[in-house]
């Protein structure tokens, strides 16, 4: 899943980027709303966290032409207006939540959890496949029950690949899925991790088959 972080704190921006990162997040951070705005013409995010209090262009007037372009991103407020006129205004304007400053880091992410588990899984908890769980609210994969040693990004992949279980995957969504601005996967390193993800699942029966030139593809459960 890939997170735009529109926060004009350095410090705070900071510390929500490299915890969202470290949890398997792709993130890229700007700060303020023009880059913001930028951003969301370029490239398809799958949530945005928006500070109201951004330079150049406020968070409401970021948050104002999303919505009046018609796009179904996922917004998270993340501000110090924590009067509940503004609440109430955030969310008027199309914010999907509204969390005040200071915050618990465990609180946003549960948020995060929630927002992507009905918006992606519709509220599933756990998506079976075979002998693979995959734990929507913890992101954890388990394998015949146990925990599968999987890196961040084999878990993103794995990840998007679970939503289109007998459907390609083509290989930009899944640089653009699993990226960030300081470190840009290319083609082979996406294909570096298909290989490592499949050596690691294929003892289990699931096989994850490559269309030449295009994408992946999870083969459906037999």
Do not use: C
């Not at 915890?19 to 995010?45: C, F, P, R, S, W």
């Not at 005040?100 to 009905?118: G, M, S, V, W, Y």
């Not at 294929?202 to 088959?209: P, Y």
């Amino acid at each position: 899943m890939r997170i735009l972080l529109a926060e004009d704190d350095e410090f705070l921006q900071e510390a929500l980027k490299l915890g969202l990162e470290n949890i398997g997040y792709a993130v890229d951070a700007v700060t303020n709303g023009m880059q913001a705005h930028n951003a969301l013409k370029d490239i398809d995010y799958d949530l945005l966290l928006l500070d109201l209090g951004l330079p150049l262009l406020d968070g409401t007037e970021v948050l104002t032409a999303i919505r009046k372009k018609g796009q179904i991103l996922p917004v998270i407020i993340i501000t110090a207006r924590d009067s509940v006129e503004d609440k109430i205004t955030g969310l008027d304007l199309g914010a999907n939540d509204y969390i005040t400053k200071p915050f618990d880091f465990r609180e946003l992410e549960a948020r995060i959890r929630a927002l992507f588990r009905k918006d992606v899984w519709n509220n599933r908890m756990e998506i079976i496949h075979g002998p693979l769980a995959f734990i929507t609210n913890s992101r954890e994969v388990l394998l015949n029950g146990e925990p599968a040693d999987l890196t961040p990004r084999e878990v993103a992949v794995l990840e998007l690949l679970l939503q289109k279980v007998g459907r390609l995957v083509s290989k930009r969504v899944l640089v653009e899925q699993v990226a960030n601005w300081d470190d840009e996967p290319t083609d082979n390193a996406i294909e570096i991790t298909i290989h490592r993800l499949r050596k690691k699942l294929e003892s289990s029966g699931i096989h994850i088959n490559t269309v030449r030139g295009f994408g992946y593809v999870l083969e459906e459960w037999q």
